[in-house]
């Protein structure tokens, strides 16, 4: 089992950055593939970014490519992902998310039932 604990949210004015945080911990907490999801008011949560437990392969969602960067740092379980210009639109609460086991993949990575543990979330809020 792991645990997730994200932070770093906050509210920024558009066209602004912001760095989140998820740290991960629990057994084999280091070896979890990892992603980000956002879920605006009243909005289905979305896919955002997705990294591989070895950290050598990561995928966006259309809408934050070329903006938004995921990455890890293994010996600390912690994964980030990094927005740069900001909009309204990326107004949501952010939540990471690991699969059931580790060193595990799938092409399925950007659909929620890949994912079984989530953290609390972390609001993120871009002012226009």
């Known amino acids: 089992q792991v645990q997730l604990v994200e932070s770093g949210g906050g509210l920024v004015q558009a066209g602004g950055s912001l760095r989140l945080s998820c740290a991960a911990s629990?057994?084999?907490?280091?070896?979890?593939?990892m992603a980000w999801f956002r879920q605006a008011p009243g909005k289905e949560r979305d896919f955002v970014a997705h990294?591989?437990?070895?950290?050598?392969?990561?995928y966006y969602a259309g809408s934050v490519k070329g903006r938004f960067t995921i990455s890890r740092d293994g010996a600390k379980s912690t994964v980030y992902l990094q927005m740069n210009n900001l909009g309204p639109e990326d107004t949501a609460v952010y939540y990471c998310?690991?699969?059931?086991?580790?060193?595990?993949?799938?092409?399925?990575?950007?659909?929620?039932?890949?994912?079984?543990?989530w953290g609390q979330g972390t609001q993120v809020t871009v002012s226009s």
């Open positions: 990294i591989s437990w070895t950290g050598g392969h990561t």
């Open positions: 998310a690991a699969p059931r086991l580790p060193y595990y993949s799938s092409a399925d990575y950007y659909r929620k039932s890949e994912y079984v543990y």
């Open positions: 629990g057994r084999s907490a280091t070896a979890y593939s």
